[in-house]
């Protein structure tokens, strides 16, 4: 039994079931054990590739999205360039890169990283040399400026919670340990979920559904800034409007893992219900849920490829088409992957997307 393993069978033995969202805590992020904390998780070494590792041309015109939105806004001076978990600062890199072009914006940005996990604060630095990064242990922490934000493969892995409707009542989905400190999924007895009054219309005895506070917290107070002071945020996540079934699933060496199985090991993530962040986030406006695909497209991906394509042969022009495809094709990330922005509800979306 690891180190963490036996933590979390002695928190369940003191005080009974975890919650699927302090069990993803745990397993996430404990500073000793947790799994962001003691590991770059990401490319081929890892367990999981996203976007900005896939080509560089998703991170350019993100990058250029965000420069869009601020000259519509007016260009404010100065303003908060900031990222929700970047990762190994790939997508900020490029974001920088392409918004180079864009006079003004270097000069006004103060560049912004949230990120919890000191092994990908130490790959950012080395990614973003030459810039002048602060980092951010919390959303709330960032400074009280017009927001430009992009959030990445962020929400996904913020802890969830799990409940299962029963009548009128909602049965948790909590994480037990047997007396050989095995650990297993049960639920709880039917209680009322006032917060979950809501889903009682569009659900029938036996559905689950999954809940994000965390999420839902960051959203509303990225949401109020971006209300008051002006700007935009990027929510770029595999999930769908409103959550449905269990999407609770491990990721370790590229491949589906069991979840409860060897904890801080794998990446744990959920799919995200976008319609809870946007309610979250008002006053803000929120555009409609895009698929990723569709959203590059409208960008102009399918030009900057071909752009990039004529300077390439052999291996690395195969590489390329197939980076082109996997970010956009139905098939693979282009419907699974959506994207939502927030924005002043006096302002028009940022480019990509519609109301």
């Known amino acids: 039994m690891t180190g963490l393993h036996a933590h979390l069978v002695a928190r369940i033995n003191a005080d009974g079931p975890l919650s699927i969202a302090d069990y993803m805590a745990d397993c996430l992020l404990h500073p000793d054990w947790g799994y962001y904390a003691t590991r770059d998780p990401l490319g081929a070494a890892g367990d999981f590739t996203t976007a900005p590792e896939i080509s560089q041309m998703f991170g350019e015109l993100i990058g250029l999205a965000l420069a869009q939105a601020w000259m519509d806004q007016g260009g404010p001076t100065p303003f908060a360039l900031a990222e929700l978990g970047p990762g190994r600062g790939t997508l900020m890199a490029d974001i ?3 918004a180079r072009a864009v006079p003004g914006f ?5 560049l912004c990283l949230v990120e919890a996990s000191q092994p990908l604060r130490d790959a950012q630095a080395q990614a973003l040399q030459g810039h002048d990064a602060t980092w ?12 430009f934000l992009v959030a990445n493969e962020f929400f996904d892995a913020l ?6 409707r029963d009548g009128d009542g909602w049965r948790e989905r909590r994480i037990g340990a047997d007396e050989d400190g ?10 009322p979920q006032p917060a979950l009054a809501h889903r009682i219309a569009d659900t029938r005895d036996g559905d689950l559904i999954e809940t994000c506070v965390p999420g839902t917290a960051i959203a509303a107070t990225i949401g109020a800034r971006i209300a008051a002071r002006g700007g935009a945020a990027l929510i770029i996540d595999y999930g769908e409007w409103r959550s449905l079934g269990d999407t609770f699933q491990a990721l370790r060496g590229h491949a589906h ?5 060897a904890p801080g090991t794998a990446d744990l993530t959920a ?17 409609r849920l895009t698929p990723q695909g569709v959203f590059l497209e409208r960008l102009g991906i399918t030009t900057r490829a071909q752009a990039l394509a004529a300077r390439l042969s052999g291996e690395a022009l195969d590489a390329h088409v ?26 028009d979306p940022p480019p990509g997307l519609s109301q």
Not at 322 to 328: I, K, N, S
């Open 136 to 147: 951010y242990d919390n959303v709330a922490d960032l400074p009280d400026l017009p927001l």
């Open 182 to 191: 095995a650990l297993a999924f049960g639920l709880t007895d039917a209680t």
């Open 271 to 287: 799919h995200v219900d976008f319609e809870s962040l946007a309610s979250a986030a008002a006053p803000a406006a929120h555009t």
């Open 322 to 347: 197939a980076a082109h495809r996997r970010l956009t094709h139905p098939d693979e990330m282009g419907t699974l992957f959506k994207v939502i922005a927030l924005h002043p509800a006096n302002t």
């Open 257 to 261: 893992a069991d979840p409860l199985e």
């Open 106 to 110: 270097h000069a006004a940005m103060r």
């Open 159 to 164: 802890p969830i919670r799990q409940f299962i």
């Open 96 to 98: 920088l890169r392409a």
